[in-house]
């Protein structure tokens, strides 16, 4: 079964977005050791690996190849089983008792641990997100000139974050280990209005190229890698081999269920950015009393503004907000109810359309 032809173009658009972003974020750390442009971009990419060969792997697992081994999988071991019915029956009945444990087990841990917490005013948050006409795409992520604008031009949000998502390798007394990061801008906290258990959160003065690197920890990677040690303020962690001095650990309903680790600053030169590079995520918090069709027609205003000053790039383009707790992640049927702010959490079923 094939998808339609709009939906196999907006997943092709989606990969190709992901994958650029993660190049621009290995390119932006290499050239922050001191190589080239060109180089830099080079090594990026070989360490990246075959773009195509992960394009056609990602394709596979969209078709129905899977489901088909499967099917083939389950044929031949009904056929097995039913040759064998003694053995059948004691393995139904171990599987039964398997699965009676393990839910029983996981009910507990779900309602103990793994709960989503309540999202702070979550009618109010909103995901941006910018598209082209030309392309027929309404689900691309932002570029850092553009997001600067958002944020510096719109009167009716209390504050607007970017974040990118990337992996990172740390090393140190336990080892090198390869783990997941959100690179955010300093307001990203702000926006989710999450206060740290231990230390801070990020200052304004400390997103900039050059300024001291500094680095808030998940409360589960805080218990795994340091033990919950409560000294742990003013301690470094090495990433890439940069060191970073962590400012604070933040509660369990900052990650939960992502797969993030910690989260450093993007540290971004907006204005030596290139306003058609588009790889940032953005979300927004609303202002109390503003209504969504408020804050849509300002957004719309600075579109056609920015489009004016910079016609080449943005005449095209326009920009989607839409509350979070209904932001889609792809075309999954299952939506989250924070987009992926959070991560995997606040999963829910809804119909409402993404607009």
Same mark, same amino acid.
């Given at each position: 079964?094939?998808?339609?032809?709009?939906?196999?173009?907006?997943?092709?658009?989606?990969?190709?977005?992901?994958?650029? &972003?993660?190049?621009?974020?290995?390119?932006?750390?290499?050239?922050?050791?001191?190589?080239?442009?060109?180089?830099?971009?080079?090594?990026?990419? *070989?360490?990246?690996?075959?773009?195509?060969?992960?394009?056609?792997?990602?394709?596979?697992?969209?078709?129905?190849?899977?489901?088909?081994?499967?099917?083939?999988?389950?044929?031949?071991?009904?056929?097995?089983?039913?040759?064998?019915?003694?053995?059948?029956?004691?393995?139904?009945?171990?599987? #039964?008792?398997?699965?009676?444990?393990?839910?029983?087990?996981?009910?507990?841990?779900?309602?103990?641990?793994?709960?989503?917490? #309540?999202?702070?005013?979550?009618?109010?948050?909103?995901?941006?997100?910018?598209?082209?006409?030309?392309?027929?795409?309404?689900?691309?992520?932002?570029?850092?000139?553009?997001?600067?604008?958002?944020?510096?031009?719109? *009167?009716?949000?209390?504050?607007? #974050?970017?974040? &990118?998502?990337?992996?990172?390798?740390?090393?140190?007394?336990?080892?090198?280990? *390869?783990?997941?990061?959100? &690179?955010?801008?300093?307001?990203?906290?702000?926006?989710?209005?999450?206060?740290?258990?231990?230390?801070?959160?990020?200052?304004?003065?400390?997103?900039?190229?050059?300024?001291?690197?500094? +680095? +808030?920890?998940?409360?589960?990677?805080?218990?795994?890698?340091?033990?919950?040690?409560?000294?742990?303020?003013?301690?470094?962690?090495?990433?890439?081999?940069?060191?970073?001095?962590?400012?604070? +650990?933040?509660?369990?309903?900052?990650?939960?269920?992502?797969?993030?680790?910690?989260?450093?600053?993007?540290?971004?030169?907006?204005?030596?950015?290139?306003?058609?590079?588009?790889?940032?995520?953005?979300?927004?918090?609303?202002?109390?009393?503003?209504?969504?069709?408020?804050?849509?027609?300002?957004?719309?205003?600075?579109?056609?503004?920015?489009?004016?000053?910079?016609?080449?790039?943005? #005449?095209?383009?326009?920009?989607?907000?839409?509350?979070?707790?209904?932001?889609? +992640?792809?075309?999954?049927?299952?939506?989250?109810?924070?987009?992926?702010?959070?991560?995997?959490?606040?999963?829910?079923?809804?119909?409402?359309?993404?607009?």
């Amino acid at each position: 079964m094939k998808l339609p032809l709009w939906r196999r173009r907006r997943r092709e658009e989606e990969l190709e977005e992901e994958i650029q &972003a993660h190049l621009e974020m290995a390119k932006r750390d290499r050239m922050e050791r001191g190589q080239t442009a060109e180089e830099a971009q080079e090594y990026a990419r *070989r360490e990246f690996g075959n773009v195509g060969l992960v394009k056609e792997v990602t394709r596979e697992m969209w078709g129905w190849t899977g489901l088909e081994r499967l099917g083939q999988d389950l044929y031949h071991g009904a056929r097995v089983l039913k040759k064998n019915p003694g053995f059948t029956l004691t393995a139904v009945i171990t599987l #039964a008792l398997g699965i009676g444990a393990n839910t029983a087990i996981f009910s507990i841990i779900n309602a103990v641990l793994l709960r989503p917490p #309540a999202l702070n005013e979550p009618d109010r948050l909103a995901r941006l997100y910018e598209g082209s006409f030309k392309n027929n795409s309404s689900r691309q992520s932002v570029s850092g000139p553009d997001f600067q604008d958002y944020k510096n031009q719109s *009167r009716l949000f209390e504050s607007l #974050a970017a974040y &990118a998502n990337r992996s990172t390798n740390v090393t140190g007394a336990d080892g090198p280990e *390869r783990v997941f990061l959100t &690179a955010v801008s300093a307001d990203y906290f702000k926006v989710l209005k999450v206060e740290p258990v231990l230390g801070r959160a990020f200052l304004p003065e400390e997103d900039k190229p050059g300024a001291p690197r500094v +680095v +808030v920890l998940s409360y589960g990677y805080w218990q795994r890698r340091f033990g919950a040690d409560p000294n742990i303020m003013g301690k470094t962690l090495t990433l890439d081999g940069y060191d970073f001095t962590i400012i604070g +650990v933040m509660p369990r309903e900052a990650q939960l269920s992502s797969e993030t680790q910690f989260w450093r600053l993007l540290g971004i030169d907006y204005a030596a950015e290139r306003r058609g590079n588009h790889y940032l995520k953005v979300i927004g918090r609303l202002k109390p009393g503003v209504s969504w069709p408020q804050v849509r027609a300002e957004m719309d205003t600075l579109v056609e503004r920015i489009a004016k000053a910079d016609p080449q790039l943005n #005449a095209d383009w326009r920009l989607v907000v839409t509350p979070v707790m209904y932001a889609k +992640v792809s075309e999954r049927p299952i939506d989250y109810l924070c987009g992926d702010v959070y991560g995997d959490c606040f999963r829910k079923r809804t119909t409402t359309p993404f607009q």
